[in-house]
């Protein structure tokens, strides 16, 4: 059992003084006392606030982050840009992966995530077209517990390449699981997991062109009996084009033929989501799915807006994830989340509610208990029960330090507020101290090593 005080702590009430955490063996939140004082040698928190929850990462794409922004000469498009993704996934191998995603956690940790849900295809190497190992799936819980992330590892389900089960290309053929093959893949994982305190397992179907309608109802099924209650993520409506094609083949939309063919409900992460209509966007709230947003990516992409202002209207759940990795920060993907609206609408404060009159305070606390939902993950609120996932702020940060509580959270997300996360907490551990983590010199020297000759080669 241990301990830790804070001159300032977000409750699921409000903000409180004075307050103590009692953290167990495993990391949760066994009681919490308000207007209390620090015992003798207690470790002291500033300003404590529920740590951030990533739904969505492909850690392999940190690698090249920044590296697609040239023309080809033609029209760019996610197609294209896709491209350029498959040729370093086939390239990839567990060590390299350890050490890429090594740095990417370390780097989401120090933004004020405290646990990922990582969307994982690339479960073969480039030449092995049978990914009936566990070496890729492995090297990813290295590095989670290298830097002590709070980890949900999704193997995903992908079959084939379009709508119409077309054959997939050369360069997808190392993602491929017939769903036998799935099952046997994920239930060696489960063996995996059983021992690892901060690693949890659900699943993924890559998207609806990837898999066929039979296999969806299939392991949809298989999962409600095998592992009920476990998150499963999907991207969905990404792209226009995915769109057209779903229509064609299926006379219905994504989201629409997703609700109308699939047990849907609040274990389900509707990845992206963007290409909605007023009755898929209602169908999806009330389903009680997440949708796992990604403003960053989305836009790196030229995929389209989120649709978040009829989506709050409909009291939709939301949480925010990293994707493609060219935004490690959960303050900027919130930001531009908001950002984007108001570009769109042309008027100021899209989230809010009448509890949150603050937007920062809406989307933080919305998108971390959003977030640790679609992790399967008890955290989200600083609470009993809860993991201990938290963030220690600086109040004294230029752009805290005149903030009252009510404005805590709104300058976090929309002030300058860089480095004013300066403790990160995963499950009661300090994994980040002082803006910095423990191993940050040999998982940086790793990653460069790495990536020198990956990006070469
Ligand atoms: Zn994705």
Redesign the pocket.
Known sequence: MTALFAKKALLPQGFEDNIRLDIDATGHITGIETATKPGPGERIADVLVPGMSNV?S?AFQRAIAGLTEYTSGGSDTFWTWRSLMYELANKVSPDDLAAIAGQLYMEFMKSGYTSVAE?HYTHGMAGNNAPLNMEMSLAIFEAAKQTGIGFTHLPVLYEVSGFGATDPVLQQRTFLHTPEAFVDLVEMLETRVKSEPEISLGIGFHSLRAVTSQSLAEISTWAGHAMPDRPIHI?IA?QELEVRDCLEFYGARPVEWLLNNAPVNENWCL??ATHMIAKEIKGAASSGAVVGL?PS?EANLGDGFFELPAWLEAKGALGV?S??NVCTSPIEELRLLEYGSRLRERRRLISTSPEHRGTGAFLWSAAARGGARALGRKAGTIAVGNKADVLGLDSTHPALCSADSDNILNTLVFGPSQGAIRDVYVGGLRVIEDGRHACEEQISARYRKTVKTLIKS
């Open positions: 969505h492909h969307f991207h990404e990845i992206h990604s990516t994830g994707d493609s």
